[in-house]
């Protein structure tokens, strides 16, 4: 979603923001600089990317010590990821009541309204003496986004006011609040993993890139669903993280399967997380546990047909897996000469951006 922050009636933000139930990730400007903030709750790493110089940094999300929405803390200290509730400002304990119907962007919503001692607002700081209007859309209409039609009630805007502390209990160091964000675009579709893509931040000769072949045919299909599948089917078999999967393009087919390339990328020395799985350890399990028919050992659905198929390995020999650039001179000879131009096109642009 994207979202419009009014601030003391003279300061704007804009962002844009993706939520899963283990990633965030956050597209804002600063200075005119394009910024996107990546938050993988599963390995407790945050990546900080700049867009116009192409540059990462990584860090431990339990080393953060400034405020960000998506981050709440638990009583042992622990960083998590924020609930829906906590989001929103909603759930036990917090009454609301129906202020009737007004408009938000020409939109027809209903406003609800909160009157709190206190609440906390980010890490580290809180909220008394404030106040929570919500608007939602009115039930039965329906508002347009980029990914989808809502039809059941969506948040519009949420308006917060009060006096915000940020010097722990005492309230030692206050200032008046006054911050007023329109969401728009929002929308229940699950993202698609890509948007958390970090590869970039991996070093060359850091990954590892694994050539397979499924069985079916999937072009014309949604090759976004055929990529989610790929992800969860090889992340949860290897126990890595899902932004540990990247990369993932489909090559290409012949009468019998669907080609695919992907990386795996290692896990940053900042993460928290015991014994991760390096990109070695990952390929020599699959290798130590591939079936007598060559294929791996997880299975991954057809978002076509629903069908469950194992991926087998693409080899130039009965012993080695192939290198990407065999496999691709392999795949282009014949499999792309026989293709449809739009086929031909998407594989040159992927074997390129290998």
Sequence with gaps: MHIERVVDANTVTTEREFYDTQLFRVDFLYESTPYSVIHDFELGLQYFINRRLSNCSVDSIANLNFSSYDIAGGPDGAKRMRTP?????????YNFSYEGVTKIRGI????????RDSFPLNLGSKVVNGTVELFYSRPGSTISSLLSNETAPVPLAINLTGTLCYDGDDCGKSTSLSSFSTFYDFSTTEPDFDVFDTSFCAQPGQYRIISMKIPGHEFGADIGQLRRSIRLGLTEYANISLLQVASIEVVG????????TLQILPVPSAADYPDPQSPDDV????RSFTTSDDCFPFTIQLPSSGEK???CWVRVDPVCPTTSGEFLHILYSNTVNKATPWVQKRFLYSAMSL
Excluded: C, H, M
């Excluded at 509730?85 to 304990?93: L, N, P, S, Y």
């Excluded at 087919?253 to 695919?260: A, L, W």
């Excluded at 390929?283 to 699959?286: A, C, E, H, K, S």
């Design 85 to 93: 509730t906590e989001f929103f400002r909603v759930g036990a304990g």
């Design 108 to 115: 027809e919503a209903e406003a609800w309204i909160s009157v």
């Design 253 to 260: 087919e012949d009468d019998k399967y669907i080609y695919v």
């Design 283 to 286: 390929l020599q399990d699959l």
């Design 309 to 311: 198929v194992r991926p």
